[in-house]
């Protein structure tokens, strides 16, 4: 029995420099979303319970603003 192995597709190589037009590097945007993640919470009175909803509202909010630029 004859064993076929599936290669997979090259994508072409981006310089460093270079990212992606519509997001950021996940290095510089963490922090950035952290921290507009943690103003919301304050924002709610410190109640905890609601972290993974004020993760991703900041993130929303940090990406689309990225993209504006």
């Given at each position: 029995m004859k064993m076929v192995v599936?290669?997979?597709k090259r994508r072409p190589?981006?310089?460093a420099s270079q990212p992606n037009d519509d997001r950021?590097?996940?290095d510089q945007a963490q922090p950035m979303?952290?921290?507009?993640?943690y103003e919301?919470?304050?924002q709610r009175g410190h109640r905890h319970g609601h972290d993974l909803e004020?993760?991703?509202?900041?993130?929303r909010q940090?990406?689309?603003e990225a993209r504006r630029k």
């Open positions: 599936k290669r997979a190589n981006r310089p950021r590097q996940p979303i952290a921290h507009r993640a919301l919470y304050e004020d993760w991703l509202e900041a993130e940090i990406l689309s």
